[in-house]
Nanobody
Framework: QVQLEESGGGLVQPGESLRLSCAAS????????MAWYRQAPGKQREWVAQ???????NYIPSVKGRFTISRDDAKKMAYLQMNSLRPEDTAVYYC??????????????WGRGTQVTVSS
């Protein structure tokens, strides 16, 4: 059984920072692309940032320069450092990972999400 678990969300004021974490567990052989998505109230889920197993992070324009995605494959972790947060960043943030399992199957997995609220 594979699980992704996000943590680190919370309530912050505009301009402040948060660091989200995503922990992968289970019968994982390899971790390919890891990504963060978000879903604001009344809106569709949108891709925010992604980081392949080798290479650079990619970001949507609205977070570029403020958010940084990183990963630690030895720990099976992904992170999203969010600086200069804005009210429009308020959303539930989801971790997504492209995983190959010990059973040699490969699929994308989702966490349950963590709430980020930016408000004064």
């Amino acid at each position: 059984q594979v699980q992704l678990e996000e943590s680190g969300g919370g309530l912050v004021q505009p301009g402040e920072s948060l660091r989200l974490s995503c922990a992968a567990s289970g019968s994982i052989r390899s971790i390919y692309t890891m990504a963060w998505y978000r879903q604001a109230p009344g809106k569709q889920r949108e891709w925010v940032a992604q980081l392949p197993s080798s290479g650079w992070g990619n970001y949507i324009p609205s977070v570029k320069g403020r958010f940084t995605i990183s990963r630690d494959d030895a720990k099976k972790m992904a992170y999203l450092q969010m600086n200069s947060l804005r009210p429009e960043d308020t959303a539930v943030y989801y971790c997504n990972a492209d995983l190959e399992l010990l059973s040699n199957t490969r699929a994308a997995y989702w966490g349950r999400g963590t709430q980020v609220t930016v408000s004064s």
